[in-house]
């Protein structure tokens, strides 16, 4: 395969000699195995971000409350300015999966 | 399937970012047996299962990775760069401890010598050459491995290693004058 040096042929012998071991091979489902694995890392992934989302909502709600509260709103208020974004959401949300069906049909 | 194999690495990249795992699926088994066949030349054959663990997490690594790859680099040599220091970094965690097979076993099964002196001489100078490798760079390890034990071509090494045909060329050439000048100073023959 290469010009060999000369000089070189009796280490070339030696060297084919002392490493002529089968070769391994990899499994014949490796590429499903890696997808498995890469599937359950997004999981745990998706898993791990909504639960630090969902507890990085429930404290800010929390202290937004406590804050209103200290500036003297009642709880009706509080309660009121904290759903009124998540109804927001919900209607947008809504909203966008009505349009997508409609979407799709035209 | 047969489309797959006409697409680009680009093409399949493009659409792994979309969210296609098919596409993932064949690039994994496009460059499934390069990244095995790099990541044992680096760790030896003594560590074959922790090869192919390199390989998995090399391509569990690489589609973490693939949302934010412009395609600035080719994608083998992105992914073999990857391997190389994914195997590098488990070489230096395993260095000390007891691999499954020593190398100098392996060789035995090649050793045709006629008498128990010869054989064990043989063994002997096996186990010295073997100890030697251990203390050559990297890359000449890992060239020495690939050709003569895995079989791969010097332009194939250049691939994997990232150099020139040449360099290649110059780290097998420099590996066996080193490793004959070792032996020699340990005094073996290479004959």
């Known amino acids: ?106 | 399937m047969a489309l797959a194999q006409l697409e680009t690495d680009a093409e399949l990249v493009a659409r792994t970012q979309a969210g296609d795992e098919h596409s993932f699926a064949e690039l994994v088994r496009r460059h499934q047996a390069m990244v095995f066949r790099l990541a044992l030349s680096i760790l030896g054959r003594e560590f074959v299962p922790e090869a192919e663990d390199v390989t998995q997490d090399v391509f569990v690594k690489v589609y973490g990775a693939l949302p934010s790859f412009r395609g600035e680099s080719e994608l083998r040599s992105w992914i073999y760069r990857i391997t190389f220091n994914q195997a590098l970094n488990l070489k230096e965690r395993v260095r000390f401890r007891a691999p499954h097979a020593d190398e100098s076993v392996l060789q035995d099964v090649a050793s045709h010598a006629p008498g128990p002196e010869r054989q064990l001489a043989n063994k002997q100078r096996d186990r010295a050459l073997a100890e030697c490798m251990q203390t050559l760079p990297e890359v000449y390890q890992s060239a020495l491995r690939l050709y003569y034990w895995l079989d791969t071509s010097v332009s194939q090494i250049a691939l994997l290693l990232e150099v020139p045909e040449n360099t290649a060329k110059s780290y097998l050439h420099r590996a066996r004058q080193l490793l004959e000048g070792m032996l020699k100073q340990r005094g073996y023959s290479c004959d």
């Not at chain 1, 200290?70 to 009505?98: C, E, H, K, N, Y």
């Open chain 1, 1 to 106: 395969m290469t010009e060999l040096d000369p000089n070189q042929s009796k280490i070339d012998g030696l060297l084919r000699r002392s490493m002529s071991s089968p070769v391994p091979d990899l499994p014949r489902d490796f590429d499903r195995q890696v997808l498995r694995r890469v599937r359950r890392r997004s999981t745990l992934l998706e898993r791990h971000l909504r639960i630090l989302l969902s507890g990085y909502g429930l404290l800010s709600v929390l202290v937004s409350a406590i804050l209103m509260r200290s500036q003297g709103l009642d709880w009706i208020t509080i309660a009121g300015m904290t759903l009124a974004p998540l109804v927001i959401i919900a209607v947008v949300r809504g909203a966008a999966r009505a349009s997508r069906p409609a979407r799709a049909n035209s």
